[in-house]
């Protein structure tokens, strides 16, 4: 029994776990009185308990709080990514003996401390629920199997993001162990924009309405040709961030900003207390935003690399959007979006909203590496063969409003008419006409000096190629043809397709037309045969030649008209940045047929057309610097040419013969005899502006140098000097 002296004293009982530091020291038994110990009592030394943690002794509330708290913390990781949370479950009914429960909770926790995988192999999974991160190796026999493993999976990162590692890397082996789930040391973008604008000297304040006027823009003229946003979630996931602060793998202002860069691109509106040049304004934000946010990036990430490289083009730096573009397919491999939503790690667990989301990202990403590919001619960031994710349909665009209604700075000019949207029909056709662009370059445009019989192979490819897409354009429904404008006119983002198909496709008769991108791609086909004549491409008749020359003409001619319908309907300030190539590629072959053309109709015809193209790329040109560029380059081209056509001091008024140095081609287009130079009336050598000119369209069209060509037999009777950029427009990247 205790003395009365020592009453006031705490003995919690006979036995102790834990000894003071004192009686550790001394290495004596500890009696673990309080607020002393005896033995401390006798030394007359202060008695101080260890402050380390000891598992042995931490009440179970706490334990359970602390467990409660890091849940807390797993659960908002997997709703920041868009993942279900499992059912809760009723503790109360489960009893160890029924063996539902494992002994350890913190192992039995699907993404516990001990555990960062996404579910252990070990462990069995917890009976009755439902788990929404199942393990890719779940059906799997036995551990052994993921050494033998060749596919590879999804795992969770120190980042919380969900990422791809491919079975050469071995990090494709779930695994049990202390990793944390989050990495303190990476930085993260989120709460922090402020700072980091301001660092980068951008931290001017943006005001709501201009922000939300520039996003309108990017929603209505540029998303629905690339659709990479759903309008309804990013609004919606902005508000949220903006309300509560909690970071969302749907929204960053990285997103933002670069969406309203592309805005500023299209508006004249000129805010007080911001630059001059929004467009750099907001591209310098969002690069500034985008070197912290590549620490942990995600699917946001993805999305605004897309945009960022577009901007980084209409600003004529073709070496970093060339770059942001293929960012952008290296991350979206980085988070699987390459893959079906079975062979991710929350594959059957996640939503089927989510994995509807990703999949439009990444065809949207997909999209844009294929336009960029075909804009520099290079090659694809992701190989088709390493694509497995299901390709996309008209139902995964999602869109609040079925309908495009055009949207422009003076809102006193809101077009009342309602177009059909028509957003997952152009989206799903698009993706379509990728596809089988990919396979063109790597036919066709992948030989240097190529012999006889090559030469006749590849002309062989290039019929089925063209077969193959005119299969494609037959499957095509109404409602994305080119039909008579008058009653119902067609939603930007339906042209634009159509110009596509236009660069590829033969006869705008002959082929349902559909789109500039479409006609782009007929003609790089058939470019390559059209300006050999006759000895410049061995193996080939006159007859082939010809017929690929009638071929890019009249795919140049359809995506004239379709620019006509465009800038009728909508205006040519407002097209697509990838639109840009598309007149590139059509005025060249104008302007080849404006002074080379055997017809005196087609030559006609052909400054026609020409022109247009060059009115087109100026008024582009407002909006994009590397519309300028474009324009520069043809109007050098023809400037060249039309020094050379001019009469010559003891020519007799008579067209340079010069230009048929390299011989001429009769009216069937078979070469007549060549005249000697000094032989008859302006018959002297090739002078050097028009070598100059013919060297630079050769250079832009790939012509061969041995290629002839034919002069045309009077010089142009009206001015071009309003096409001619009054100074350089180039403005050199990077």
Same mark, same amino acid.
């Given at each position: ?9 705490? !003995? ?5 776990t834990?000894? $003071?530091?004192?009686? !550790?020291?001394?290495k ?5 009185? !309080?607020?002393?110990? =005896?033995?401390c009592?006798?030394?007359n ?6 402050q ?9 509330k ?7 708290q ?12 868009g993942i279900?949370l499992?059912?809760?479950?009723? #503790? ?9 429960l ?7 926790t699907?993404?516990?401390r ?5 579910g252990s192999i070990? +462990?069995p999974?917890?009976?009755?629920s439902?788990?929404? #991160?199942p393990?890719l ?10 050494l033998?493993?060749?596919? /590879?999976?999804?795992q969770?990162a +120190? +980042?919380?993001?969900v !990422?791809f590692?491919? =079975? ?9 162990g202390?990793?944390s ?5 990476? *930085?993260s973008?989120?709460?922090?924009e ?14 709501e @309405?201009l922000?939300?006027?520039l996003l309108r823009?990017?929603f ?5 040709n #690339?659709p990479?946003?759903e309008? +309804?979630v990013?609004?919606?996931q902005r ?5 509560t /602060?909690?970071?969302s793998?749907?929204y960053?202002?990285?997103l933002?900003?670069?969406? $309203?860069?592309?805005g500023?691109? &299209? ?10 040049s929004l467009a ?12 912290v ?7 946001c990430t ?11 083009a209409?600003?004529?730096?073709d070496?970093?959007?060339?770059l ?7 991350? =979206?491999t980085d988070l699987?979006?390459?893959l ?6 929350h ?6 909203s989510?994995?509807?989301?990703r999949?439009?990202?990444f065809?949207g990403?997909?999209i ?10 290079r090659?694809?960031?992701?190989d ?14 999602v ?8 949207y422009?700075d ?12 028509l ?6 056709y ?6 089988r662009?990919?396979?063109?370059r790597?036919?066709?445009y ?9 030469i006749m192979s ?7 190629l063209r077969?193959? &897409?005119?299969?494609? =354009?037959?499957? &095509?429904?109404?409602?994305?043809s080119l ?5 119902q006119?067609?939603?930007p983002?339906?042209? @634009?397709?159509q110009?596509?198909?236009l ?5 705008? @008769?002959?082929t349902p ?12 086909i ?5 300006y /050999? *004549?006759y ?5 080939l008749?006159?007859?082939d030649?010809?017929e690929?020359?009638k071929?890019c ?9 379709t620019?006509q319908?465009?800038r009728?309907?909508h205006g040519?300030?407002q097209m697509?940045?990838h ?5 590139f590629?059509a005025?060249?072959?104008?302007i080849?047929?404006?002074?080379f ?11 026609s057309?020409f022109r ?15 519309a ?16 050379? @056509? *001019? ?14 140095k ?5 009216a069937? /287009?078979l070469?007549?005899?060549s ?5 008859g ?6 002078v ?6 013919l060297?630079?369209?050769e ?9 002839t ?15 001619s ?5 180039f403005?050199g990247?990077?």
């Open positions: 029994m205790e003395s009365t002296s020592n009453r006031k004293l705490i !003995r919690p009982g006979k036995h102790v834990r000894a $003071c530091t004192g009686c !550790r020291q001394r004596t038994k500890c009696d673990g009185a !309080r607020p002393q110990c =005896a033995n009592r006798i030394h030394q202060q008695c101080v308990m260890p380390g943690v000891d598992k042995r002794t931490v009440p179970s706490e334990r359970y709080s602390r467990l409660e890091y849940t807390q913390s797993l659960e908002s990781v997997l709703l920041s990514n279900t499992p059912p809760r479950m009723d #503790i109360s009914a489960l009893t160890p003996d029924s063996g539902a494992n002994p350890n909770p913190v192992v039995q699907p993404a516990s001990d555990d960062s995988s996404w070990c +462990d999974p917890i009976e009755g439902d788990s929404a #991160i393990s190796l779940q059906d799997m026999e036995s551990p052994v199997d993921l033998s493993e060749r596919f /590879g999976s999804l969770l +120190d +980042d919380g993001q !990422r590692f491919g =079975a050469t890397s071995n990090l494709h082996i779930q695994h049990v202390s990793f789930l989050a990495d303190p040391k990476i *930085r973008v989120y709460g922090s402020g700072d980091i604008l301001r660092h980068a000297g951008v931290g001017e304040a943006v005001p @309405q922000e939300d006027h823009l990017y209505c003229w540029e998303n629905p #690339i990479v946003v309008q +309804d990013f609004y919606a508000a949220m961030y903006r309300a /602060g909690r970071p793998h749907l960053s202002e990285l933002a900003n670069t969406m $309203c860069a592309v500023a691109a &299209l508006t004249r509106r000129r805010p007080c207390g911001l630059p001059e750099e304004f907001f591209s310098t934000r969002a690069k500034a935003l985008l070197e946010e590549m620490d942990a990036p995600s699917l993805v999305q605004a690399l897309v945009i960022l490289s577009g901007v980084e209409l600003l004529t730096r070496a970093r959007g060339w942001y573009s293929g960012m952008a397919m290296r991350l =979206a699987g979006l390459h079906e939503p079975l062979q991710s790690a594959g059957e667990g996640s939503s089927a989510e994995m509807r989301i999949r439009v990202v065809w990403a997909y844009h590496d294929r336009m960029w590919s075909f804009y520099v001619g090659p694809e960031s992701l088709e063969k390493h694509i497995f994710v299901e390709p996309l349909k008209a139902s995964d665009i869109q609040g409003a079925t309908c495009w209604q055009r422009i003076e809102d006193h000019d809101l077009d009342p008419i309602s177009l059909p949207g957003f997952g029909e152009v989206a799903q698009t993706v379509s006409l990728c596809r662009m990919s396979h063109i790597r036919a066709l992948n030989s240097l000096h190529p012999g006889k019989a090559e590849l002309h062989s490819t290039a019929r089925e077969a193959n &897409l005119l299969s494609w =354009a037959e499957t &095509l429904p109404p409602s994305l039909r008579d404008d008058k009653e006119p067609l939603p983002h339906v042209l @634009q397709l110009c596509v198909y660069l590829f496709a033969r006869d705008w @008769q002959l037309p559909i789109s500039m991108q479409y006609h782009a791609i007929l003609v790089v058939d470019r390559p045969f059209t /050999g *004549r000895q410049g491409l061995p193996g008749t006159a007859a030649i010809e690929c020359h071929a003409t009249d795919a140049a001619i359809s995506i004239t008209k620019l319908v465009f009728h309907r040519a300030r697509n940045i639109t840009v190539h598309l007149i590629t005025a060249l072959v104008h080849h047929n404006v002074f053309a055997p017809a005196e109709d087609t030559r006609t015809a052909a400054r057309h247009i193209s060059c009115q087109v790329l100026l008024e582009i040109g407002q909006a994009y610097k590397n300028l560029r474009a324009l520069e380059i043809v109007t050098s081209i023809k400037s060249k040419l039309e020094t050379a @056509q *001019r009469p010559r001091p003891g020519s007799d008024g008579e067209y340079n013969g010069g230009l048929n390299r011989a001429r081609l009769d069937h /287009g070469p007549t005899p005249v000697s130079a000094g032989s009336a302006g018959t002297e050598p090739l050097a502006p028009a070598m100059e000119g060297d630079m369209l250079e832009c069209l790939d012509i061969p140098s041995s290629t060509f034919l002069a045309t037999d009077s010089g142009f009777p009206e001015s071009w000097g309003w096409v950029p009054p100074g350089s427009f403005t990247s990077e």
